[in-house]
């Protein structure tokens, strides 16, 4: 009988009801915050936050420029970003030589001060820095880099242009009893190409038949070709030779290229010519005494003709190509090339003497 009544106890209904109040009113609580904070984020989602004092450059240098091979390589941050925990630095790269080629160079977790990734390494303190030591061939082309955070994303651009140095070919020739040797050296930097061996023929080139003409692997980006050329060959009266790069730009192959002049064939192959080897010299240098970009060799009356390459005058103060601005102020050349002061004497480079 008390059992039963205790079970019908107004109070401890009362109390009941209340307690299931209070449990109810936590739970709506509870889904309202969910959904402020469901909404928030979604808010935070349609307005990617916009950060105006972020930027990267290349080399802390903000404008366009071209590297040399071995310049430092590194792109920062100008000011230090918060980054979540779910943050993410992404780079790719599509190098020059094939631009449809993607390359993922960098692809980490933004957590650590420094973080390893292959050939980079990743700063992030005092600000953001993705070094790489220096440029080397084959590294130019766009790189773009990416960060990923939670709320939104960043992207840069930069291109990478190397300046590749490239000097002309230097044309050497030597004439021997039924034929001419010829060696012709080439570099360009990063992109080494073989030297062919052409006929320039009334203004026209083209290729010399039955001449074999070889190259060498490059050493230090350097071709070295050569070859043996029949006399009966080649015309003397009307045609010369150009050893020229084997490149894709013409206009770039035109300009390196080294024409050996019609009278430095006349002169190693007839008796009359303007320049003849003295009988006394054994192992002499002597400059053309019309052009200078020519200088000859005279090894026990042996006669050895060259040229100097683009941009170099043969020197009579050093007895060896140098910069054209510095020959000139030998005043022994005019800017077009032409020999000064000389006459019709032949004059010995490494003596400073002249022979008439």
């Known amino acids: 009988m008390s059992k039963d009544m205790g079970s019908c106890n107004p109070q401890r209904m009362i109390a009941g009801i209340i307690i299931g109040l209070m449990i109810v009113t936590m739970l ?97 303190s005092p600000h953001i820095e993705l070094r790489r030591g220096l ?12 960060f990923q955070t939670p709320k939104t994303n960043i992207s840069f651009v930069f291109i990478v242009d190397i300046d590749k140095e490239t000097t002309g ?31 320039v023929r009334n203004g026209s080139i083209g290729p010399l038949p039955h001449v074999g003409f070889n190259c060498s692997d490059p050493v230090d980006w350097m071709v070295h070709c ?6 009966t060959s080649i015309n003397l009266e009307n045609n010369t030779l150009m050893c020229r790069p084997n490149i894709t730009n013409q206009t770039e192959a035109d300009y390196f290229g080294a024409v050996l002049p019609n009278n430095i064939l006349q002169c ?54 140098a910069h054209i601005d510095e020959v000139l102020q030998d005043r022994s050349c005019t800017r077009d090339g032409l020999r000064l ?6 004059v010995l480079c490494r003596a400073h003497k002249s022979i008439t």
């Open 268 to 321: 190693n192959n007839i008796t009359d010519c303007d320049f003849h080897c003295p009988k006394e010299s054994l192992d002499d240098y002597f400059i053309d005494t019309t052009y200078c970009n020519i200088f000859h060799r005279c090894v026990n009356g042996t006669l050895y003709s060259e040229t100097c390459s683009i941009g170099t005058f043969f020197s009579t103060r050093h007895c060896t190509c």
């Open 28 to 124: 709506v609580g509870i889904l309202i915050l969910g959904l402020k904070s469901s909404e928030s984020e979604n808010q935070e989602a349609n307005n990617p936050i916009v950060i105006e004092d972020f930027e990267c450059v290349l080399n802390n240098i903000s404008e366009t420029r071209k590297y040399k091979v071995n310049s430092p390589f590194s792109i920062s941050c100008t000011r230090s970003l918060q980054f979540g925990s779910n943050s993410r630095l992404i780079m790719k790269f599509n190098p020059n030589y094939n631009l449809s080629q993607e390359y993922v160079e960098v692809n980490v977790s933004i957590e650590n001060d420094i973080i390893k990734a292959g050939s980079w390494e990743v700063r992030t």
């Open 169 to 199: 070919v230097e044309l050497k020739f030597t004439e021997k009893e039924n034929e001419y040797l010829i060696n012709c050296t080439y570099r360009r930097e990063c992109d080494p190409a073989c030297i062919i061996l052409w006929e």
């Open 226 to 231: 050569w070859g043996n050329i029949p006399k």
């Open 341 to 346: 002061e000389t006459g019709n004497q032949i």
């Open 135 to 146: 440029i080397e061939c084959g590294q130019d082309g766009v790189y773009d880099i990416t």
